[in-house]
């Protein structure tokens, strides 16, 4: 394999439950990130890695569209499992390497697949080893006990910065991840070397990720609004 797309869609969320097979617009939230996917046409296989039978028949379902179900192990499907440890689980059995491999989390249903091959033609470029995708933020804010001696800023405190001068600061949106893998085999998560990262920036409203019900409200709207 040359090129994948891995989707991991587990049945729990505490926030919203049963979000992955949920309809949005019309189809289960997890389907979107799929035809994102095909829409591309750049990979030989799209992966959805799932602990819920609902969605893996979804998965099924799209299989003209190169979907390859995946049965999630119950120990990497719980609130604590960590996303590295659920690709390095997946990619590191010899059946699963190819080269570049991109992570869509189904949380992001206002994503394009012009997002998707942008990024894809920048982990082409050697001197990266990662492309995130993010939103620009004016973000402000504490990191809360971080040692003893209380709250720790993310500003300097003597020079206020006020939201004119935030231009060089970014959010991961959540939507799209391109990593290479051969570096991520032996790293063990996507990021890697951050000296080796790629930031692309989307905008606000293709940057929305769904996790409550109140995000799940927002996205339908920007969804009609964009429409």
């Known amino acids: 394999m040359h090129t994948v797309a891995f989707i991991p869609a587990r049945k729990g969320s505490k926030g919203l439950p049963g979000k992955n097979k949920k309809l949005f617009a ?4 997890v389907q979107w990130s799929i035809e994102q996917a095909a829409a591309t046409k750049l990979f030989d296989h799209i992966f959805v890695s799932s602990d819920d039978p609902d969605v893996l028949q979804i998965a099924k379902d799209c299989k003209k569209l190169k979907v390859v179900p995946v049965e999630r192990h119950p120990e990497l499907a719980g609130d604590s499992a960590d ?6 689980d997946f990619f590191v ?3 699963n390497k190819c080269k570049y491999i991109c992570l869509l989390p189904p949380t992001s249903p206002l994503r394009s697949p012009g997002d998707i091959k942008a990024m894809y033609k920048l982990i082409q470029l050697e001197k990266y080893w990662t492309i ?6 004016d973000f402000i804010g504490w990191v809360e006990k971080p040692t003893n001696h209380g709250p720790l ?6 020079k206020r910065p006020n939201r004119q001068t935030r231009n060089d600061f970014f959010l991961e949106n959540g939507s799209i991840y391109w990593f290479k893998h051969d570096v991520f085999i ?3 998560h996507m990021i890697a070397n951050p000296a080796k990262v790629k930031l692309y920036e989307m905008p606000l409203e293709r940057s929305l990720e769904i996790d409550t019900p109140f995000d799940f409200a927002l996205a339908e709207k920007a969804y009609e609004f964009t429409s």
């Not at 996303?83 to 390095?88: E, H």
């Open 93 to 95: 059995r010899k059946q």
């Open 186 to 188: 032996p790293y063990g």
């Open 132 to 137: 995130v995708s993010v939103k620009w933020s």
């Open 26 to 29: 019309g189809k289960p939230l």
């Open 153 to 158: 800023p993310t500003y300097n405190i003597g």
């Open 83 to 88: 996303m590295d440890d659920v690709l390095y």
